[in-house]
């Protein structure tokens, strides 16, 4: 089983930057990357848009030069919002990269900046569009779809766009049968953010063939019959909730 570092392990390094990049690169088999475009036009790597999230800064990076963004300290560290290109090339070339599409319109110059690059690349994203959009450039690129609540209509996009992952989350990969489907479908099951060594030993069981960890220490292990409990009972109140944003 493979294991992505969800935004370079995002609760061990500040997340998104060229040290998790760097550092994460040494130790999973493939780096998330999360990509946006600034208010100057280049690509950075930053999961939320309004950089207070993660930052001492405010404002949003759509509206942010990308001298600006490099100047913030991205969670109490001397590490800025970065070119994604400068947080690409801080991965080993023999780790691979997921870059994760956060916006529409991103797609082709993230293809350009793979095309460039010795690692092995999969384009993943929530919004079918951007992979669209990434399918249109490049007919033969990986790619990974990020699932909501919606099962169905999500593995019929996942279907249409020739997907070699799909990604629910961690939650939906244990409670409903979308690890089965998506294996029927020939698509392999990445799901995310697993925080807990628990949770991870559990999807292992499951069958999944990859997991977005966000930390270096998860890795599956053994768990008693009470932590497996206390895991499926996590599962239920998570599945409510989810189902409750999908309304």
Request: proline fraction near 3%.
């Amino acid at each position: 089983m493979e294991v992505t570092a969800h935004r370079g392990f995002g609760e061990a390094y500040p997340e998104n930057t060229v040290k998790a990049a760097e550092r994460a690169g040494e130790l999973a088999d493939r780096v998330e990357i999360d990509v946006r475009r600034c208010g100057s036009g280049e690509l950075v790597a930053s999961h939320f848009d309004r950089v207070r999230v993660v930052s001492d800064g405010t404002g949003r990076v759509r509206n942010l030069s990308v001298g600006e963004l490099a100047a913030l300290s991205v969670q109490g560290s001397d590490e800025g919002i970065r070119e994604l290109e400068d947080v690409a090339a801080a991965v080993p070339s023999d780790t691979a990269i997921a870059f994760d599409l956060k916006q529409p319109g991103v797609a082709s110059d993230t293809i350009g900046l793979a095309e460039r690059i010795d690692n092995d690349v999969v384009v993943a994203s929530f919004y079918a569009d951007a992979l669209w959009e990434a399918r249109d450039v490049d007919s033969g690129i990986p790619l990974s779809y990020h699932f909501d609540v919606r099962l169905d209509r999500n593995m019929t996009t996942a279907r249409l766009l020739d997907c070699e992952y799909v990604s629910p989350h961690w939650s939906l990969a244990l409670g409903t049968d979308v690890v089965d489907r998506a294996h029927d479908e020939g698509m392999k099951v990445e799901p995310w953010a697993v925080a807990s060594s628990a949770v991870a030993d559990f999807l292992g069981t499951e069958g999944v063939d990859s997991l977005a960890v966000t930390s270096p220490t998860l890795t599956p292990d053994d768990v008693g019959r009470l932590e497996r409990a206390r895991v499926l009972t996590e599962v239920s109140s998570v599945l409510e909730r989810l189902r409750g944003l999908g309304r």
